[in-house]
């Protein structure tokens, strides 16, 4: 039992150490008598429960230090942290239904449930059904599989501990895989990036350099101001609206991830498509509002149309 509990608390804290395995033997030895149903499923949920209620209250008092830090320790911080925003602005609480489902998901989506201003009561209440669906799932999944689980436990076993060495080493290159790859990205634009020194110093001259916020509407939505002069434009919208942005001008691209891997990403992909003139700015927004830089507000799509 205390191995159930600690295994889906590391997993919910967000370390890169499944649960999944523990559950299904939960399952397993429940079958043959030999463990408590009722009792894992509770374990579970109250794994789930403690983990994510210490994100929700970093997220409500922390917000963006704490996005800062999932950032940082995420394999892919981007993309993982870009999606769970869309999905948790377009399902609300539903998507926290099936958010442990996704690998990634489980722990950026209670931090933007506080950032969100979401109550406590609410949130614990679809977490725990949540949570509850999450370890019944894979427990019951366990349970009426119990004999091919034994089985692939017995052969397993059979096999010895190069087995268990195979799977580690391929855990461990997997990981130093993604993070190779991360760095390679950072390393190439590394040379080319601009400080927001540099940036405001073309501002105050006067050059017309063109700035691109890279955001999501839902970061937008938590914290809606860019710097001044900058343009919005997500992501997902950079191949379809590149048409739109000028080829002779000197493009300034920035995001909130503190390693800068979005804003990479994008330089790289403009690059591609012909844009010689591109950088991504050192530090993202933060730096720039650390410097205390002129900001504007945002306003969406939905205002700029009513105005219109």
Not at 176 to 193: N, S, V
Not at 216 to 232: N, Q, V
């Amino acid at each position: 039992m205390p191995l159930v509990f600690g295994a889906v608390l590391v997993e919910q804290l967000g370390l890169p150490l499944p649960a999944l395995p523990w559950l299904l033997a939960a399952g397993a030895l429940a079958a043959t008598g030999q463990f408590n149903l009722a009792l894992g499923l509770l374990v579970t949920v109250l794994a789930c429960l403690l983990a994510d209620a210490l994100w929700f209250y970093l997220g409500r008092h922390r917000g963006g230090h704490v996005l800062g830090l999932l950032c940082r320790i995420s394999l892919e911080p981007d993309s993982c942290v870009r999606r769970t925003q869309n999905m948790f602005t377009r399902y609300g609480l539903r998507g926290v239904l099936v958010a442990k489902f996704v690998p990634g998901l489980s722990t950026v989506v209670p931090p933007l449930a506080g950032m969100a201003g979401v109550s406590a009561g609410r949130f614990l209440l679809v977490d725990g059904l949540g949570s509850l669906l999450y370890g019944g799932c894979f427990i019951f999944l366990g349970y009426f599989f119990s004999n091919q689980i034994q089985q692939i436990t017995a052969a397993l076993a059979s096999i010895g501990g190069n087995t268990l060495s195979l799977i580690i080493g391929a855990i461990v290159l997997y990981i130093g895989y993604k993070y190779w790859q991360r760095h390679r990205l950072l390393r190439e634009l590394r040379m080319a990036r601009i400080t927001a020194d540099e940036l405001r110093r073309k501002q105050e001259a006067g050059e017309e350099v063109v700035i691109l916020d890279l955001r999501s509407s839902a970061d937008l939505a938590l914290d809606p101001s860019l710097i001044r002069g900058a343009r919005h434009l997500a992501m997902d919208q950079i191949e379809s609206h590149q048409h739109t942005l000028p080829r002779d001008r000197e493009i300034i691209v920035y995001c909130s991830c503190p390693n800068e891997v979005s804003s990479a990403r994008a330089a790289l992909m403009l690059q591609r498509r012909g844009f010689t003139r591109v950088r991504p700015l050192l530090g993202g927004i933060d730096a720039w509002r650390g410097q205390k830089y002129p900001m504007e507000p945002w306003l969406s799509d939905v205002t700029t149309a009513a105005k219109a």
